[in-house]
Structure formats: C-alpha cells, structure tokens
C-alpha cells in the first residue's frame, strides 16, 4: 500500500498521520511539543516522532513510506527547505526538510502551517472544487491562504496571505509585528480574549468565554465582540478587492463561535461592499485536522511533480 507521513508541527503539539493518495487517514497520532525544553529538543522530538511513524509503516503494511510532508509555523524558505524563523518553537535557519529526509530516507515537502491548511480544505474541505478561495485562520494570530486552481499560493518570498498584518485601526493597539492596528491584534482569538478578561475583569477569560457571553446577552461582551468583528470586516473587504475570491473559507479558534461569528460577521462584510462581489463566507470543515492533511497533500504533489519530472 503505498502512503505519506504528513506531520503537523504546533508550539504545544504535534499531529501526524499515515495517509493515502485521496486523503484517507490510516494512522494517527499525537505527541506534545516540549517547548519548554528548547529549539534542538524540539527538533529531535519532530524527527523521532517522523521515524515512529515510518516504522508503524513499515509495520502495518510492509513497505515504507513513499514521503513526507511536514507543516510548520514561521518564516520559511520552501525553496530551500529551510525554517527561517519560527518563534513558538524558537527555530532559526533549521533545514528541517534535509534532517527529516535524512532520517526517513525519503523526500520531504515542508510547508507553512496555515498555508497547508488551506490547501487541504481547499481540495478536501469547505472550498473544495472551488476555483478561487481565501482561507483564513483567527486563531492566537490571524493568517491566511490564497487558494488558486488546487493550490495555495506562497508569493514571491513566501509570505502571501497574512491578512492579519494588514493595518486596519491605524494608531490602534501594537502588534506583535510591531505596527499599530494590524487585524491580529484586534480581532485574533488571543485578542478578543484579553479585551474580554479587561471588560469583564476575569483575568483567565478567553475569546471563547467572550462568545459564550454575547450568545447570553452581555452587553459588555457585545461591545468587545463588535468591536473584532467590525475590523474583522475591514480587513476582509480588503482582501475582497484585492483577490476577488469566489469563496471565503474561515476556520480557527474563533470561528468555533459558529454562528455567532458568521451572522454579524457576513452583515458587516455585506454592509462595506460596493462594486466587489459578495463572496459566500463558510466555516471550514477540517478543523485542527487541516495542518496534518495539508502536509499530506504536500507529500503527494511531491510525488506528482518527481514522476512529471522523468
């Protein structure tokens, strides 16, 4: 039976999976990441966790596996295989991708997180058979993924989509990429939860205890989940003249918030077009599972392009 590794690489765990040519899963596993004991720890678990699935493999169904792909937050350099800068796991100029071939002895494709979450619900998930989409991640942060034609476009130094850098509250709160009012530090999950815990005063509360409360009518809640959802909206009507997707995919920690989100958040989209297209905004389908299959589906265009290439 011929399969992929596809591993998921996060900053508290790390999910991988055997997987098949049509996206079944036949193996799955999790492990934790252990930041806490630094960049290199972090990269032997990465590898060690890789070679126990290829042993698994190789144990349940006689052969190795045909390659691997492998997800990873940060700055990459794809082209090289190499992590440039990745903060929660505090990796700088890592070639990820020659230690993991080196180890499997097979070829590895590595990708950026979000961007192969995209791409797998583009092909398997809520923009599948959808020719233009924009996917978009709200989770501690805000990224994205252009979705073109069954691919996920990286840009020319690897950095398309990150919608939430785009400046939408000019002199608004600093972001951690150091500009004033870029959509991440207003309308992440991570920044809803800490105007939630201010407004409420429980310094503990998360943007999912915000989304509780507004569904009971706080209005203190309302006014902080008004406040992401409109820059929210600017930052998506942005990108709506901009790349002019046919669909708007939207997964993440807070999109958990069901409709909650989508109800205010399409009435306030639709609320700032003029001339651009109102695309359908859904909440995507594959959940945290997204990373893992994407980097699957990395692997086996990997493949794809080495027998194109004979």
Request: hydrophobic content about 45%; glycine content about 14%; charged content about 20%.
């Amino acid at each position: 039976m011929r399969y992929v590794i596809a591993l998921d690489v996060g900053g508290t765990g790390m999910k991988a999976a055997l997987m098949r040519a049509d996206g079944d899963l036949l193996f799955q596993d999790r492990r934790p990441t252990p930041r806490e004991q630094g960049p290199e720890t972090i990269a032997a678990a990465v590898l060690d966790f890789a070679d126990a699935l290829r042993r698994t493999g190789v144990e349940r169904y006689g052969e190795s596996p045909a390659a691997a792909g492998v997800a990873v937050p940060g700055i990459l350099d794809e082209a090289a295989g190499v992590v440039r800068y990745a903060a929660n796991l505090g990796w700088r100029d890592l070639p990820i991708r020659a230690l993991l071939a080196e180890r499997l002895g097979v070829p590895v494709a590595l990708g950026h997180d979000v961007r192969t979450g995209g791409l797998a619900e583009g092909r398997l998930g809520a923009g599948e058979g959808v020719d233009r989409f924009l996917f978009v991640a709200l989770g501690t942060g805000i990224s994205g993924a252009i979705g073109i034609d069954g691919r996920v476009e990286p840009g020319a130094h690897g950095g398309a989509g990150e919608i939430g850098h785009v400046v939408v509250r000019p002199g608004g709160p600093r972001c951690g990429c150091g500009q004033h009012g870029c959509l991440e530090a207003i309308a992440s999950a991570a920044a809803v939860g800490r105007a939630w815990a201010a407004a409420s005063g429980e310094a503990q509360a998360t943007a999912e205890h915000a989304a509780r409360a507004v569904a009971a009518g706080d209005p203190r809640a309302e006014k902080v989940w008004a406040e992401a959802v409109d820059a929210l909206a600017t930052g998506l009507v942005s990108a709506l003249t901009l790349l002019d997707p046919r669909t708007v995919v939207v997964g993440g920690g807070l999109a958990e918030a069901g409709e909650t989100l989508f109800a205010p958040l399409r009435a306030a989209v639709e609320s700032r077009v003029t001339f651009q297209q109102l695309p359908p905004i859904v909440p995507a389908a594959l959940g945290d599972a997204a990373g893992c299959l994407g980097a699957g589906l990395l692997a086996w265009d990997l493949l794809s392009v080495e027998v194109a290439s004979r």
